[in-house]
């Protein structure tokens, strides 16, 4: 009897869709800052409190009366929630949306990205993804069993001695139409860019969108940031472009959106062709969101568009706060000599290390990547916790972009003043010694 218990277990347990992507640098370096860090401008969430109006409209809804609030609602979308978000996103996009049909709620923007990826991509598929990037892109591409193929954003540091911005870093065109073969499926597009906070420009879209229609290529928008954008810029949503509704799913979330990412309250917005098929994987997984949730953020939506582009909008006002947040850490990391790269969206802010390198000596023929190794040592040493910008790269890109680290601004003042700190007694500690 033994004998054969034995050789029960020893089968293997694993599916073979899980090879390979079981690392995930969130949960290391989450864990690291959690158990170092005084300060910590590691992992994107804001510190600061959700505005007044949506953290009302959820008692509201708690209290409010409708017990049926508590109970299930519609699989693909809380029906106010998909009705204010259809009208939301036809002022933006300029054309009529269904929100049965056009419109699906998921588990935030995560979860959309899942579903796009089981949906629309087949064993074999390629599917181009524009280095830096969100990391959980490439694990789920080859969960749905295709072949990711990067293609970088190269930087092109100014002559002129001034700070680099995230504009400076552009897609080659040549090499990005190379990427494009009758084996791409789709095109992995973050605008604003999470790490870098490049905003793309409408010529760099215009490329993209060409090379989607020419190649008969699917776009899979990631927007989450679409309301943080600086200095005037402005964000363009690839969907607008000529042929391009057909072929793109927009996905959002609240969470970036509203200040409020515990909520995992997220969507996607498209064509039906091609939400139908995410609407499979939905209800053959997560099946339904936190009706709650969904109620509060319809209501949040519903005042913003009440305030569409006034002043008292929060989708106006939210930019304004980061921005100043942004000019204020770009000036506390220049001051001590951490170059920072200006970001022109997102609540992220890349910086250089090198001339910090010093402090913590590379470790030739390590297989740890040297910005690794850095974010580890200042979390210990100096208890600020930042995220190392080589985990948004492929394996084999890797290792160009370890000079890199990547902090978040969406933080209290309080919070940034404390980062200030650190690094300014840092470095006078450099300058003594
Ligand atoms: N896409 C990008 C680019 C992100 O930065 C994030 C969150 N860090 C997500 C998607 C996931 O968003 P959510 O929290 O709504 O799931």
Known sequence: LSLSLQAKMSRPVQARRLEGIDKNVWVDFVKLAATYSKVNLGQGFPDFPAPDFLTEALTRALGGGNHMLHQYTRAFGHPPLVKVLAQFFEKLLGRDLDPMTNVMVTVGAYQALFCCFQALVDEGDEVIIIEPFFDCYEPMVKMAGGTPVYVPLRPNPPKDGKLMSSADWQLDPAELTSKFSERTKAIVLNSPNNPLGKVFSRGELELIAELCVKHDVLCISDEVYEWLVYDGKQHIRIASLQGMWDRT????????????????????????????????????????????????????????????????????????????????????????????????????????????????????????????????????????????????????????????????????????????????KWKQEKTSS
């Open 249 to 424: 799913v927009i996905i959002g979330s609240a969470g970036k959106t509203f200040s409020a990412t515990g909520w995992k309250v997220g969507w996607v917005v498209g064509p039906d062709r091609l939400l139908q098929h995410l609407r499979t994987v939905h209800q053959n997984s997560v099946y339904h969101c936190a009706t709650i949730a969904q109620e509060a953020v319809a209501q949040g939506f519903q005042r913003e568009l009440t305030l569409y582009g006034k002043p008292e909008s929060y989708f106006v006002q939210l930019p304004k706060e980061l921005q100043r947040k942004r000019d204020w850490l770009i000036q506390s990391l220049n001051a001590v000599g951490m170059k920072p790269i200006i970001p022109e969206g997102t609540y992220f802010l890349v910086a250089d290390i090198s001339p910090f390198k010093s402090d913590v000596p590379d470790v030739p023929n390590s297989d740890e990547p040297y910005d690794y190794r850095f974010v580890k040592w200042m979390v210990k040493n100096k208890g600020l916790a930042a995220i190392p910008l080589s985990a948004f790269y492929s394996e084999a890109h890797k290792n160009n972009y370890t000079n890199f680290i990547r902090f978040c601004f969406a933080k209290e003042d309080a919070t940034l003043k404390a980062a200030n700190d650190i690094l300014q």
